[in-house]
């Protein structure tokens, strides 16, 4: 679970948005600080940025006076509490002094900076002042440091405490530029010591650049800050189990006797929950929780109650054990293409009798009086036996007599604000019931309505769950304790249902725009909120005028003149590549007939470093490559096509080159090596370079070499270590799509034939026999691919990292096996999914807390996926999905259907 969505999820009920939006539910402005209603000083301009309300000296022309580009900052840290007298404080100090300054402007933003999943990066800093040399920065620190003395905090972990007091230091840029980091990715820059200008770290961790002297001013409290261990502790801390804005969690032992203990630290100010507590108000609730319930058998017992600096300890018992939620992967039936209905009952028994342990539990606790108050699948520890559970983090608990509210809970079973006391529990426990056989209850965050339909689903796959088990929990879940239903969730029409399921989801799309707004126009994942996330491909405007145009909807002109005019210029720190910037931009102008303004998008590309970019798809060479020779092929401009070739060679080279040793390589279509293979292998239609032949193999080979063959469902999943995947973007399946084109040249009029036609002994017959070679291995590997495109359940709907991933690749694929009864059966099951929005088809996107309407995660990369399935769609032409060549179903650019999959006859088993 990704806790960024939380905090874009609150300031809309259908959409992730910035949490400095209004409420879309309360309709009124959020309230500000004194300071931030004051009228703007005479010679001075402010501005809001994101969280910030910035406020800069101008100079006798009335432009903003120029100030050093990087150095030493200074950041204060505040409290819900003197946050007002902060702001206060630092403005009467430095607009006299003419020193450029910004701050949190009001206490809700303050609020979502300190809360228990914010970014550790960010945590605490609700000031930053710009000194413009280090004389001016000891003098600051010092003067406004005795303004400031005994004013509390959260400590900022990114920087270096002067004193005791609220104020940290830490050298970065002040001014925006940006530069392609090792990954490839466009990022905040400072320039080094020879001027070059390198990636501004922004670790949880103070450092100093290697080409920076640390002030000698400083040097005291640098030494101060080293002085406090976690040596100092009677336990040795062995592993992180998790960490948060508010502390971790770690695993030791008790270095006096060896026993096994779990650590629970927490930070003063930080990691606020709802009610405004800290962690340290909620760690002590915690203890005063558990040591309430010990003796039970159901949770941890207390051990230890310490403090280490300013951080307070929690020590506990080791629970041998996992948390329920990774029971999932290896139990769970329906993550084969076809379930065993011996294995489904069996885990259908398990679920219940775990479901049942989990009932006891809550119920001992309920008996000493507590409330838990955040019952979900991580915080059920099952015992090695599997049978037998406890509940683990107490932080939440409340006396059942307050009959209180939920302050903190996971998404998908948090409850209604008419939920008070033991039935905050009751509705978790409810929940369970649907989650222990679809874990997918994040949908009821956007509407409860759905609990029906889900459990319709779980009755029709898990025959022997007693329905008397799913009516109890829809009827908990929906019902309204002020009276009255939850609202239907399920739209009219399923994504079955075309084409009046397509007409739904253009109405969605059009009903969701926002031309008025200049951050996005249509809502999608947090991403968009990035530097020029919003124009993009993958969450952006341009990636839902591509679906609308490839489905064959009307042209939304008043989007195009969005996209047109947010791009003329486009935003600075907008990233150059295909799928997350002005490459991608610059395609989808051009489909749609806007070529000049296309053309000088990708003048401003090919003006930046663009030949360090990363090698992938998805912002990298291989995407930028693919745009470039498009728009050649287009234009007949000679430097787009020689640029062209030089992102080839670049690509082959770097091939060329041994492996990465890297622990967590990055594979798929989107960031790993199989984005160059598609690149090289248009480079090889096009031109008949054998090199380009040979370098898309090994490409292909390199990703292979990351997956693992699933033993259940004999799936073949990308690994990452912690997970294996088989989805679009960053897993197998996307692997497969090039795996696909890359087959349909090994026939007769393929690399093979084509080995046996070049000179003999030449180095293009060995190079294109190399090519033809890798076939058998990869038809093996297309078997696996298909049986994980081909599962019962995948987790979220998305076209990159969900099911719609699945139909598209289904929908295009020549292997044998990709019959229409499997693609029939995954269109199906994108309709577990569906939600209305405006009576509309709509689908919910990354994390499913929220409706999303991008291409990656939403309703647009749906529509695509249901077109090239369901629809002649456009005309193929060169792939991009803007040509004039024969009909085939709508599809990715660059990624049209492969002639065998073209051909394939009406037969299901064809």
Known sequence: MDKRYEVYALADGHFYDTPDRLSAETGEAAPQYAAARRPVPDGWHTARSGDWLTLTPLGEDGAPEPGPAQGWKIHSSATAANAGRVAEIVWDYCVPRRIPFKFVPGPHLLHLRNAKYAGRDTSGKFVTV???????????????????????????????????????????????????????????????????????????????????????FLRPHLEARNTTTVGELPYRVEKALHFSNGGGVYAGSDIRDGSRVVLKE??????????????????????DALELVAGTGVVPEVLDWLTLGEHRFLVMEFLEGRPLNSFFAERHPLLIPDPDPEKTAAYTAWALRVHAAVE?????????GLVFNDLH???????????????????????????????????????????????????????????????????????????????????????????AFLDEAVAEITRNTRGGEARPATPLVMPGDWPHSRDSMVKALLASATPERADRLFPGDIAQFADGGGLGLAHGAAGVLYAL????????????????????????????????????????????????????????????????????????????GLVLGHLATATGEKALAEHAAEAADILVRRLAEPVPDTPRRRAGLMRGASGPALFLLRRYEETGDPRAAAAAAEALRRDLACCVLQKASGGLEVDEGWRTLPYLGDGSVGIGLVLDDYLAHTGADGFAAQARAAVPGGREQTLLAHAAGAAPEFERAREGILAAATSRFYAQPGLFQGRAGMVLHLARSSAPGATRERLARQVAGLGWFAMAYQGQLAFPGHQMMRLSMDLATGTAGCLLALASALDAGTDAGDGTGAGTGPRVGAHLPFLPPPKAALTRGSDPES
């Open 130 to 216: 710009y000194p413009a040399d280090e004389e001016q920065l000891h003098r600051i620190l010092t003067e406004l440091g005795e303004l400031l003395e005994g004013v509390e905090g959260p400590y900022i972990l990114t920087d270096l405490r002067w004193g005791a007091g609220p104020l940290y230091v830490r050298h970065g840029a002040f001014a925006r530029r940006y530069v392609v980091d090792e990954r490839g990715s466009l990022v905040l820059a400072v320039a080094d010591g020879e001027g070059n200008l390198v990636p501004d770290r922004r670790d949880p961790s103070f450092q100093v650049p290697e080409w920076v002297t640390l002030p000698e």
């Open 266 to 287: 927490a930070r003063p100010h930080a990691g606020l929950a709802a009610d405004g507590a800290d962690a340290v108000t909620r760690l002590e609730r915690e203890k």
């Open 360 to 368: 006891r539990a809550v119920a001992a606790v309920h008996e000493r």
């Open 377 to 467: 699948v991580f915080n059920i520890m099952v015992a090695p036996d599997e049978e037998t559970v406890h509940l683990i983090d107490f932080e939440a608990a409340a006396p059942a007599a307050e009959n209180g509210r939920q302050t903190v809970a996971h998404p998908g079973f948090f409850a209604p604000p008419d939920r008070r006391g033991k039935d905050v529990d009751r509705y978790a426990l409810a929940c369970l019931r649907i989650a222990l056989f679809l874990p997918v209850t994040s949908l009821f965050v956007v509407d409860r309505g759905k609990a029906a339909h889900l459990a319709e689903v779980i009755a029709e796959q898990f025959p022997d769950v007693p329905r």
């Open 549 to 624: 145009a490839a489905c064959g909807a009307d042209r939304y002109e008043e989007g195009e003149r969005w996209l047109l005019r947010h791009t003329a210029p486009p935003p600075p720190g907008t990233p150059l590549g295909l799928y997350d910037g002005l490459a991608g931009v610059a395609l989808i102008l051009d489909q749609l007939g806007h070529r000049q303004q296309a053309l000088d998008l990708v003048d401003g590309v090919l003006r930046e470093n663009w030949r360090n970019l990363s090698s992938d798809l998805h912002g990298g060479l291989a995407g930028l």
